[in-house]
């Protein structure tokens, strides 16, 4: 599915944009499901499971930072993810073997939807190796006004940047650190059913979604099968003990088998810890952790 090109400019850049990944209809089938979520959202007063409410959220105007963990409310998105377009382009740049992570859908609500502060997803879950990756699918068009992806190139090859702020892990960088390159932002607009893929290193945030317009992303976060968690980080796995854990990896398997043999490389990590009083998503982490914003 991706040309040479589009691999080389993966592995020097740390991004891509690869457009029309899925089908019209595999695309209509994801937003229905996906506005019936979030019709379903009206009568929650607080966030649960399922969803997390943003600023706002009543009946009338139902406001959510995201869906938690799609690939398990619903089959249609751990279908998408093992069988279409989107398989292939995995199956170019990780190989035979590869593990789902996690999943989340942002809903960026219209006027003002919250912003992501700029961080790089490997200070929330360092692995053995990283290669590692994250990618979002569009499912309405993202442009400049509605808080598109934003990525500094090639800041997969740098530093692992500090994410604490006051002592605790606020899963974001500070906007004053010199290594961060303001000067770099590249930004990823596309229309629905276009796909960005960002590296697990690369540095990126998004602006609020200032515009009339929902700015729907499904992300995914995936792994080469044998780059193993490292114990400490917040994902729901890590809580499941030892044949809770083996389960779920084959639920989360997309292509091949797991890989119980891990390969262990010279990865810089600093540990997400201690963690930020609420650390039930990167929203409640960066609010609650005390992160500096570049957006207000
Ligand atoms: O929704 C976005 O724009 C970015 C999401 C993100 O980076 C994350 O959830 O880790």
Known sequence: MLTNEQLRFYQDNGYLLVEDV???EQLKILQEITYEFIDKSRTLTESNDVYDLDEGHCAEQPRLTRIKLPHKQHQYFDDILKKSGVTEVLRDILGA??????????????GGGAAVEWHQDWAFYPHTNDNLLAFGLMLEDVTIENGPLQVIPGSHKGPILSHHSNGVFCGAINPDDP?????????LTGRAGSMTIHHARTLHGSAPNESNRPRLILFYEIARSDAWPILGASSYFHGLGQDGFWEDLQDRMIIGQPCTEPCVENVPVRMPLPPAPNASSIFQTQKSGGAKSVFT
């Open 22 to 24: 899925i089908t019209n």
């Open 97 to 110: 073997n590869a593990t789902l992570l996690t999943s989340k859908l942002n809903t960026k609500s219209p």
């Open 179 to 187: 290594n961060f390159n303001r000067e770099r932002i590249t930004t």
